[in-house]
């Protein structure tokens, strides 16, 4: 499971760039129930996407020819200027060099070797996210990356982490998931799938998806698609699992939605 309080190479943050912050509110308040929060006049239309008072995500308007709307993990990192170092030397690319995020943190924003866009978060005041693994918050990530076994060699020099792996419930294979080093099982977080394995996602490259917890896939997958949202894999049970549907919002960021997940089982 997600833990929280967060340790180093744990989620500890997710925002949301899009083109149109209003329609993103609407959207994501219907599918989620959540509100949003301003960061403040200083902030630049950053703010906190909050349940019931705690922050889930954030999001900030990106102009569209600054780059398509997208969901951004951020991993937490002792020292951001050290993990720029560690992915530079492993051949990833640094998008943007850290900064202090006022006195909530330092943050930096990267690509892996393959492509796919993370983030380090170096907390501050700003711990992380308040509430995971609940409905309406973040519960699991996944990688879709063409190379596995070379991404998660890249990501252990980054973040330390560690691999378990699991047989999938309809005998198709394995599935490897991911923990903090030294956090154990019980702190797995994400797992990773080949690209060649889903022909729809390798359309679109290399990505991180985050996965939020709902009391009803179904309905929440209804509501997406009421909302202008996108389904692009209906509602699907896995075996001890749970059900689940990959979506994305109206203006494109790829999501996906989970009903009865404990990753810890």
């Given at each position: 499971?997600?833990?929280?309080?967060?340790?180093?190479?744990?989620?500890n943050?997710?925002?949301?760039?899009?083109?149109?912050?209003?329609?993103?509110?609407?959207?994501?308040?219907?599918?989620?129930g959540?509100?949003?929060?301003?960061a403040g006049?200083?902030?630049?239309?950053?703010?906190?996407?909050?349940?019931?008072?705690?922050?889930?995500?954030?999001?900030?308007?990106?102009p569209?020819?600054?780059?398509p709307s997208n969901?951004?993990?951020?991993?937490?990192?002792?020292?951001?200027?050290?993990?720029?170092?560690?992915?530079?030397?492993?051949?990833?690319?640094?998008?943007?060099?850290?900064?202090?995020?006022?006195?909530?943190?330092?943050m930096?924003?990267?690509?892996?070797?393959?492509?796919?866009?993370?983030?380090?978060?170096?907390?501050?005041?700003?711990?992380g996210?308040?509430?995971?693994?609940d409905?309406?918050?973040?519960?699991?990530?996944?990688?879709y990356?063409?190379?596995?076994?070379?991404?998660?060699?890249y990501?252990?020099?980054?973040?330390?982490?560690?691999?378990?792996?699991?047989?999938?419930?309809?005998?198709?294979?394995t599935?490897?998931?991911?923990?903090?080093?030294?956090?154990?099982?019980?702190?797995?977080?994400?797992?990773?799938?080949?690209?060649?394995?889903?022909?729809?996602?390798?359309?679109?490259?290399?990505?991180?998806l985050?996965?939020?917890?709902?009391?009803?896939?179904?309905?929440?997958?209804?509501?997406?698609?009421?909302?202008?949202?996108?389904?692009?894999?209906?509602?699907?049970?896995?075996?001890?699992?749970?059900?689940?549907?990959?979506?994305?919002?109206?203006?494109?960021?790829?999501?996906a939605?989970?009903?009865?997940?404990?990753p810890?089982?």
């Open positions: 499971m997600l833990t929280a309080p967060y340790v180093t190479g744990s989620p943050w997710i925002d949301l760039g899009t083109p149109d912050i209003e329609a993103a509110k609407a959207f994501y308040g219907g599918v989620f959540w509100t949003f929060r301003s006049p200083e902030a630049g239309g950053y703010g906190m996407f909050e349940l019931d008072g705690r922050t889930v995500a954030a999001a900030m308007t990106v569209p020819e600054q780059g969901w951004n993990v951020y991993f937490q990192t002792p020292d951001a200027d050290a993990t720029v170092k560690a992915v530079e030397q492993h051949g990833g690319t640094v998008v943007f060099e850290p900064m202090d995020v006022f006195d909530q943190g330092r930096a924003i990267f690509l892996d070797p393959a492509g796919a866009g993370f983030a380090g978060w170096e907390p501050g005041r700003n711990k996210l308040d509430l995971v693994d409905p309406g918050a973040l519960c699991w990530l996944e990688l990356t063409p190379e596995p076994d070379s991404a998660l060699e990501y252990r020099h980054i973040f330390g982490w560690e691999t378990s792996s699991m047989p999938m419930p309809d005998g198709s294979g599935y490897t998931m991911i923990n903090p080093g030294g956090a154990g099982h019980d702190a797995t977080f994400a797992g990773v799938v080949p690209l060649s394995a889903d022909p729809l996602e390798a359309s679109g490259g290399p990505y991180w985050p996965y939020f917890a709902v009391t009803d896939c179904d309905a929440a997958v209804a509501t997406a698609q009421e909302l202008g949202g996108e389904i692009r894999m209906a509602p699907l049970d896995l075996e001890g699992i749970g059900r689940f549907a990959n979506l994305a919002d109206p203006a494109g960021a790829r999501f939605v989970m009903q009865g997940f404990r810890a089982d």
